[in-house]
């Protein structure tokens, strides 16, 4: 085992802790569910990528780039005082039980570090040699300790191709690049970007990707490889050089320059390896740029520093997607129950479903919005669980909607005769709809239909059944508007019922009680709410006009006194005389006696348009009696109010054990949830704990 001679900058015991949480946390699989933050090494195929690994190393990684790697490989790297080498691999999410127990017991069990070797032993424990599986989601892991080691960890992932050849396909190049692109777009990932020198700039892929998913240029550090290759003097060199003093592509961590070994020096030791290193940035163009950015010594140094500077500025947010990610599996498994394989074990859980559900349904109902189910945007918009919001504001729109549209007439004041009537008309008929008709006109109609229903009733007044035809035909609209409301409160109703069920049980319970519990019940609600509905409408259709209410007579003389006054303006528009005197005085001149005149000539002489008006008034005035009795009588008390019991634990009493079978007996699917569900909150309960740890041990690490 070949180790470097040069010793790391000085590193803290702090930082070590800070690594070993967080590499702590990817080796049990918290990665699955929350991104890390962490360092990956991108490339292009024969970019160099593992001549770095190796000079940060001091190992000997595999350098046949053109054999495509497909799977990534953990690179952990911890100064001790001992040296040590640990492999093994962490399966993928996709692995089952028993292949994921067969992976972890993976070993190397040879005495020294032989990179090549170890990665074709983990294909095949990956199954990659055989039934032409062509990529893995499994980690290989390879934990290297050492006293000249830093403290880093580093994600190698393949390199990019784009032409296929005997050993590998372009289908092959597409895997490869799907997988580093998905590491590339995790936000709390550094991309280490190493770039060939050896290679036209343009033509290397990693650098496009990065600045497509880093626009900013904020998470990647530059990695320049093979700059020997370069002639001395050349636009090339200069190129490399001023890309690497940030003048080109701009990131944010700058770029580094390293040199690799060549194919003659590939037996040379790593104390060899680095001293020619040096000798050559002693020399040429790269004297100009700092010595920060050159060679492996202060490369190792400063992406330890890079990762760990990542990682305390991102700890806050991690804990807070733990944090959440305990919260939701808590619901779910809440909401999966525990496990229930008898009829009683399954009676009792519908219990509990149905005690939340009528508790949401009647938060809901009341209007009172505390529980967080009204806050939660998942499966739903809130406003549409918010059941008395919806319901207050589809009513307020019903209100205003029959003021428009609830009547088939629309009756216009304004003309108090036929003369003026006319001239209005001239003016307001491209405004006017087909419902439109002036008072005026109204009246002449109500006139000829009183002469057909004439009975006994002596001049002036009329028969009081002409207020029930005018009422039957004006309110034709209302059966439709009303059942067009019921409509909408029901669709509103669904939604909030489907939402509470499947918030408080899993998917296949909540199908399952819908089918056979509530779908039934809320057609029984429907049901009632029409009758509910035609007994409001049917009396005013069809019957004679009752009410008791001494508002009707109030508003029928509000209606005839503002129509009163209508005519009085006019007139006495034409009474008064103006003259206007010195500095603005205006004065009226009139006739005391004529006045008098005007206001004894005010009552109406034709009898028959007397009690044609009246009998208008008094429709208009019982019109709008209806609105109040929808909403309260049929919307509120036929359905909303019943909706917290469409559940009610008597219902759940009565079934059969069959039918608790039926609805409450879990699936394979329930099953294998709750199994997925629990192993995934034990990884981030575990995660939290050492969170916590480190918090607790080091609080100026994880300032919240």
């Given at each position: 085992?070949?180790?470097?001679?040069e010793?790391?900058?000085?590193?803290?015991?702090?930082?070590?802790?800070?690594?070993?949480?967080?590499?702590?946390?990817?080796?049990q699989?918290?990665?699955?569910?929350?991104?890390?933050?962490?360092?990956?090494?991108?490339?292009?195929?024969?970019?160099?990528?593992?001549?770095?690994?190796?000079?940060?190393?001091?190992?000997?990684?595999?350098?046949?780039?053109?054999?495509?790697?497909?799977?990534?490989?953990?690179?952990?790297?911890?100064?001790?005082?001992?040296?040590?080498?640990?492999?093994?691999?962490?399966?993928?999410?996709?692995?089952?039980?028993?292949?994921?127990?067969r992976?972890?017991?993976?070993?190397?069990i040879?005495?020294?570090?032989?990179?090549?070797?170890?990665?074709?032993?983990?294909?095949?424990?990956?199954?990659?040699?055989?039934?032409?599986?062509?990529?893995?989601?499994?980690?290989?892991?390879?934990?290297?300790?050492?006293?000249?080691?830093?403290?880093?960890?580093?994600?190698d992932?393949?390199g990019?191709?784009?032409?296929?050849?005997?050993d590998?396909?372009?289908?092959?190049?597409?895997?490869?690049?799907?997988?580093?692109?998905?590491?590339?777009?995790?936000p709390?990932?550094?991309?280490?970007?190493?770039?060939?020198?050896?290679?036209?700039?343009?033509?290397q892929?990693?650098?496009?990707?990065?600045?497509?998913?880093?626009?900013?240029?904020?998470?990647?550090?530059?990695?320049?490889?093979?700059?020997?290759?370069?002639?001395?003097?050349?636009?090339?060199?200069?190129?490399?050089?001023?890309?690497c003093?940030?003048?080109?592509?701009?990131?944010?961590?700058?770029?580094?320059?390293?040199?690799?070994?060549?194919?003659?020096?590939?037996?040379?030791?790593?104390?060899?390896?680095?001293?020619?290193?040096e000798?050559?940035?002693?020399?040429?163009?790269?004297?100009?740029?700092?010595?920060?950015?050159?060679?492996?010594?202060?490369?190792?140094?400063?992406?330890?520093?890079?990762?760990?500077?990542?990682?305390?500025?991102?700890?806050p947010?991690?804990?807070?997607?733990?944090?959440?990610?305990?919260?939701?599996?808590?619901?779910?498994?809440?909401k999966?129950?525990?496990?229930?394989?008898?009829?009683?074990?399954?009676?009792?859980?519908l219990?509990?479903?149905?005690?939340?559900?009528?508790?949401?349904?009647?938060?809901?109902?009341?209007?009172?919005?505390?529980?967080?189910?009204?806050a939660?945007?998942?499966h739903s918009?809130?406003?549409?669980?918010?059941?008395?919001a919806?319901?207050?504001?589809?009513?307020?729109?019903?209100?205003?909607?029959?003021r428009?549209?609830?009547?088939?007439?629309v009756?216009?004041?304004?003309?108090?005769?036929?003369?003026e009537?006319?001239?209005?008309?001239?003016?307001d008929?491209?405004?006017?709809?087909?419902?439109?008709?002036?008072?005026?006109?109204?009246?002449?109609e109500?006139?000829?239909?009183?002469k057909e229903?004439?009975?006994?009733?002596?001049?002036?007044?009329?028969?009081?059944?002409?207020?029930?035809?005018?009422?039957?035909?004006?309110?034709?609209?209302?059966?439709?508007l009303?059942?067009?409301?019921?409509?909408?409160?029901?669709?509103?109703?669904?939604?909030?019922?489907n939402?509470a069920?499947?918030?408080?049980?899993?998917?296949?319970?909540?199908?399952?009680?819908?089918?056979?519990?509530?779908?039934?019940?809320?057609?029984?609600?429907?049901?009632?709410?029409?009758?509910?509905?035609?007994?409001?409408l049917?009396?005013?259709?069809?019957?004679?006009?009752?009410?008791?209410?001494?508002?009707?007579?109030?508003?029928?003389?509000?209606?005839?006194?503002?129509?009163q006054?209508?005519?009085?303006?006019e007139?006495?528009?034409?009474?008064?005389?103006?003259?206007?005197?010195y500095?603005?005085?205006v004065?009226?001149?009139?006739?005391?006696?004529?006045l008098?005149?005007?206001?004894?000539?005010?009552?109406e002489?034709?009898?028959d348009?007397?009690?044609?008006s009246?009998?208008?008034d008094?429709?208009g005035?019982?019109?709008?009696?209806?609105?109040?009795?929808?909403?309260?009588?049929?919307?509120?008390?036929?359905l909303?109010?019943?909706?917290?019991d469409?559940?009610?634990?008597?219902?759940?009493?009565?079934?059969?054990?069959?039918?608790?079978?039926?609805?409450?007996?879990?699936?394979?699917?329930?099953?294998?949830?709750?199994a997925?569900?629990?192993?995934?909150?034990?990884?981030?309960?575990?995660?939290?704990?050492?969170?916590?740890?480190?918090?607790?041990?080091?609080p100026?690490?994880?300032a919240?």
């Amino acid at each position: 085992m070949h180790v470097t001679g040069e010793s790391t900058a000085l590193q803290s015991q702090e930082h070590r802790d800070l690594l070993d949480i967080i590499d702590k946390l990817r080796s049990q699989g918290i990665s699955q569910f929350v991104d890390l933050p962490q360092i990956i090494v991108c490339g292009d195929q024969s970019s160099g990528k593992s001549s770095v690994l190796e000079a940060i190393s001091g190992m000997s990684f595999p350098t046949k780039d053109n054999l495509c790697t497909r799977f990534a490989t953990e690179l952990i790297l911890r100064r001790s005082l001992s040296t040590g080498v640990k492999v093994h691999i962490s399966p993928g999410p996709d692995r089952s039980p028993d292949e994921k127990k067969r992976l972890e017991a993976f070993e190397y069990i040879r005495d020294d570090l032989d990179v090549s070797q170890v990665v074709e032993d983990a294909k095949d424990a990956m199954g990659l040699n055989v039934n032409d599986k062509i990529f893995s989601t499994d980690i290989l892991r390879i934990e290297i300790s050492g006293p000249s080691q830093p403290h880093l960890t580093m994600v190698d992932l393949p390199g990019l191709f784009l032409a296929g050849n005997k050993d590998q396909s372009e289908e092959d190049s597409n895997i490869v690049k799907s997988l580093v692109l998905s590491y590339m777009r995790k936000p709390r990932s550094i991309i280490l970007a190493v770039v060939s020198a050896k290679s036209d700039f343009a033509l290397q892929q990693v650098t496009r990707h990065a600045r497509a998913l880093d626009p900013q240029g904020i998470r990647t550090l530059g990695l320049i490889t093979k700059p020997d290759t370069l002639d001395q003097g050349s636009d090339s060199e200069r190129f490399y050089a001023e890309l690497c003093q940030n003048s080109d592509v701009k990131f944010r961590l700058g770029w580094h320059v390293l040199r690799n070994r060549n194919y003659a020096e590939c037996y040379t030791t790593t104390a060899e390896r680095d001293k020619m290193e040096e000798d050559f940035f002693s020399r040429g163009i790269w004297t100009l740029l700092e010595a920060s950015q050159l060679g492996v010594t202060t490369l190792r140094v400063r992406l330890s520093n890079v990762l760990r500077d990542q990682i305390l500025m991102q700890l806050p947010s991690v804990l807070d997607d733990v944090e959440a990610g305990i919260k939701q599996c808590e619901a779910k498994l809440a909401k999966l129950g525990v496990s229930r394989s008898t009829a009683s074990e399954q009676r009792r859980y519908l219990l509990k479903v149905s005690s939340g559900f009528s508790s949401l349904l009647k938060a809901a109902v009341d209007g009172v919005y505390t529980d967080s189910f009204f806050a939660n945007a998942d499966h739903s918009q809130p406003y549409e669980k918010r059941l008395r919001a919806v319901v207050q504001n589809t009513l307020s729109d019903f209100a205003e909607q029959m003021r428009k549209e609830g009547h088939a007439r629309v009756i216009r004041e304004g003309p108090t005769s036929e003369k003026e009537d006319n001239e209005e008309d001239e003016e307001d008929d491209e405004e006017d709809d087909d419902r439109c008709v002036s008072w005026f006109d109204y009246v002449e109609e109500v006139k000829a239909l009183m002469k057909e229903a004439r009975g006994r009733e002596l001049p002036g007044t009329y028969n009081p059944l002409i207020v029930a035809e005018l009422f039957s035909k004006q309110c034709k609209p209302w059966q439709r508007l009303v059942c067009a409301l019921s409509e909408r409160i029901l669709a509103s109703s669904y939604l909030a019922v489907n939402s509470a069920l499947q918030n408080v049980t899993d998917g296949q319970t909540a199908e399952a009680l819908l089918r056979e519990l509530i779908g039934p019940s809320i057609e029984i609600l429907r049901k009632n709410l029409d009758t509910k509905v035609e007994e409001i409408l049917e009396p005013h259709l069809s019957g004679h006009p009752i009410t008791y209410n001494h508002y009707l007579t109030e508003n029928v003389q509000k209606m005839q006194a503002a129509r009163q006054r209508r005519k009085l303006e006019e007139r006495l528009k034409t009474f008064f005389t103006v003259k206007e005197l010195y500095e603005g005085t205006v004065t009226y001149s009139f006739n005391i006696r004529s006045l008098l005149d005007i206001f004894a000539s005010s009552t109406e002489p034709d009898m028959d348009k007397l009690s044609c008006s009246m009998a208008a008034d008094m429709m208009g005035a019982y019109y709008k009696a209806v609105i109040d009795d929808v909403s309260v009588l049929a919307i509120e008390r036929c359905l909303i109010q019943q909706l917290p019991d469409l559940l009610a634990p008597e219902a759940i009493y009565d079934l059969t054990d069959a039918e608790v079978r039926r609805i409450a007996g879990e699936s394979h699917e329930s099953t294998v949830e709750r199994a997925r569900t629990t192993d995934k909150l034990r990884i981030l309960e575990s995660g939290m704990a050492e969170l916590k740890r480190l918090k607790k041990h080091n609080p100026s690490m994880l300032a919240t």
